[in-house]
């Protein structure tokens, strides 16, 4: 079974829609899907700057404890690279997995899957996939096997491949 963690940016409406609709299309092709955003109750835009019961320092090692949790589990990481700065989270949730995979007792995990539709990216061209986005990042990703795809329907193509 294919157990899928979709690391990405989850800072505004957008960005949960779209990892949410892209989850939504893994889950119809029979794949398990961990989705950090969906862990944790995220307040509605109205919400910024509302009070938590709980102070800075231990949201933050709630949020790294279950995300951890979640990267362990997977078995492919999906990453959203748009931008020509990956995502600090989704960065440390690379290193984790790649780390994950590359030593002796992670044997299960496949490999990660990087999803870009931004055009300064160009996945996969000459001149364009790593051209925009940091080395040692992408370097994780292709060292864990991986490759940069510019639409979720690719991605699918290739997991159902190892099915």
Do not use: C
Not at 31 to 36: C, H, R
Not at 51 to 78: M, P, Q, T
Not at 108 to 133: C, H, Q, W
């Amino acid at each position: 079974m294919i157990k899928i963690y979709f690391a990405g940016p989850l800072f505004t409406t957008y960005q949960r829609s779209f990892i949410e609709e892209k989850a939504a299309k893994l889950r119809e092709e029979g794949f398990e899907v961990f989705v950090p955003h969906e862990e944790f109750s995220i307040e509605s835009e109205d919400s910024v700057g509302a009070k938590y019961e709980k102070s800075s320092e231990e949201r933050a090692i709630e949020v790294f404890e279950k995300d951890y949790e979640g990267v362990s589990w997977a078995n492919v990481l999906l990453v959203m690279v748009d931008g020509v700065q990956v995502d600090d989270g989704t960065a440390s949730e690379i290193g984790i997995f790649t780390e994950q995979l590359l030593s002796d007792n992670m044997q299960e995990k496949i490999g990660i899957y990087g999803l870009s539709s931004d055009m300064r990216v160009f996945p996969n061209t000459e001149g364009g996939e790593g051209k925009a986005l940091n080395f040692f990042t992408v370097g994780a990703i292709y060292k864990a096997g991986g490759k940069i795809y510019n639409n979720i329907d690719n991605i699918i193509s290739e997991l159902k491949k190892l099915e």
